[in-house]
């Protein structure tokens, strides 16, 4: 039986083209992917790099990424592993960026490069381009005499028992009108121009391959750098993007690893139009493109000791070393892919814990098996691991707030409707700082709005929890408190409001001083009405915390209720209002209105956007 992680079901029968990453096990006893690797009970199916998913009783496909991006999602898997890594052994909350090992590792030209660009410089590849060696091949054919220069082996013989070829038979012999003939011609098809056609194909992969990765790289930084001199971002959302962005570069080490990128790229350019040129000029042109190399490379004399052929054997070995370092078996994907899987999960969860900072930065975080605990405005709140899944809970009525399923796939996929966010891998660099999806959200190092694109969520899943119960009556209230709230002074009338039901009820409006607050509440504790203290408690609790802005952190705002059990909230130090709503469908929102120096946008705003687009 499979457990569909998207939906929350279990199915027997799973369909013929599966998502990698989205089925997990749990039967009794072992699934076998493709005849290599067991899938034990509790572990995920993923991929083994090939398209074919053969199980012990089924067959099915996978579902596979664009080709054309496979060096987009190395990159991304790296960065990925690298993060997954680092977090098993520092248990401090770091960056979620793109790490700086990641980028040092691409921004250098590799050995193999370095080779290359001695030799283009040198001229040897071009050398062989246009003074290729080459071999003698002789033919025999039957031809007109005036075509014939020299007679083949046999020649008389053949025109003796041939009288078709005779021309006329005279006196003094035959006179020939056809002759067999032996013909050179020159062969370029020797197994070292095969070498060298064949090394100018997988010299260009390499290139281009490696051109994709160092532009990626360097689009994230220039992205971060133009980011710093934004002038339309909200200048705190700026702070908060540029301090995680600086915890991996800071602007000067953006600007100078920016600047070896840009040699990096004018380097790896120049030596593939090189190889380009060759390929579409000279000795390249006349080998058969089918022609292959097989196995390991035979070194001839021609490859040892030509001044210029035996470089061909020293790129070919290096390349070929630099392929086998990266080329892994079925079974050793299959493991590597659950690997990526497992650091992905981390990687989400980490995204999660920057964007709950602002509920428990200033509490003491408990972390006992991947979990962490905080309050907030009087609640106990709960981020937990389940399997691949984060779920934040609320402790004291143990409901789940927010549950958010990691899945490390790189295809277009409609998400079905769900209670859950799905966080899934992006490779998509022109990545729209926006909030589009209802229930998915791409989670990436390339992206500087990771965090608040996942806050934005947070924010309106933790703002019911203020919303919900505000002017809620407090009900079942003893006699005493509402004796003692008769003769208190008229400043607490506004702050609760007493309701002319029977009995009567209590309605916390605004904010309650904490000495009154303490003798209503012990009051309440000697009636025995426990359950009304505690909801007494939260009440205020949450109006304290609404009484602080999100934006500029400021705290004492003064809350104004108004009619219907709404409210408003105007932050003189950043001028930012908040208005308590009620929509068509009579559903609670708490609008967010940042000061109008800047757009109202995502980009502009983050997870202080108010609106989606």
Known sequence: MWFDRFTNTKCFDLPMQIDSGRYVWEGKHAECLNGHSDIYPGE???????????LNQTNHQFLMPDKNRQQDISLFENAIATIGRQLEHD?????????????????????????????LEKGHLHQISHRPRLDIRYEEEITDVARAKRLAKGALVHLAS??????????????????????????FHIYENRVYARLLDKLDTHLTQRIRTVEQLNDTLDKALRFYDNRDIHHRLSYKVCDLWGQTFDEE?????????????????????????????????????????????????ILNHDAHYRYLSILWEMLSKNQQRLKSSPAEQFVRNQELSEYYCRYVGLHFQHALK???????????SQEKVFVWAGREFKLTREGFDWTLVENREQVDVLRIKTWLGFHDHNYEKSNSLIAF????????PSIDRDNAIPLSPMDLYGVERLGWFVDRTMTQFLVANYGEPIQKLPQELLDFLSASNSKHKKSL??????????????DVSNDFSSALIKLLRENNAHEQADSLILRIEEIKVLQQCPVCDSRNIPLKSQANSTFSLHC??????????????????????????????????????????
């Open 162 to 187: 041939h009288s078709e070829c005779w021309q006329r038979q005279t006196l003094s012999g035959v006179v020939p009108k056809k002759v067999k003939a032996r013909f050179s011609e020159d062969d």
């Open 497 to 510: 409001k007493l309701t002319g039901d029977i009995p009567p009820s209590l309605c916390v409006l605004e």
């Open 425 to 432: 891998s992006s490779i998509d660099q022109e990545l729209k």
């Open 91 to 119: 248990s401090k909350l770091m960056s979620p960026m793109l790490p700086s090992a990641v980028v040092d590792a691409d921004s250098h030209l590799l050995p193999l490069e370095k080779k290359l660009q001695i030799i």
């Open 358 to 368: 602002p509920y428990s930065a200033e509490v003491e975080c408990k972390y006992e």
């Open 253 to 301: 080490a953006t600007l100078e690893t920016l600047t070896l990128l840009e040699e990096t790229l004018t380097t790896l350019r120049a030596m593939h139009h090189s190889i380009c040129n060759l390929k579409q000029s000279g000795l390249y042109l006349l080998i058969n493109r089918n022609t292959q190399i097989g196995g390991a490379l035979h070194r001839t004399n």
């Open 44 to 54: 995920i199916l993923v991929s083994d790099g090939s398209e074919r998913c053969s």
């Open 572 to 613: 003189d130090s950043c001028r930012t209002n908040r208005y308590l709503i009620k929509n068509r469908l009579g559903e609670r929102d708490l609008l967010l209105k940042v000061n109008n120096e800047v757009s109202d946008s995502f980009s502009s705003l983050g997870r202080w956007f108010s609106g989606s687009n």
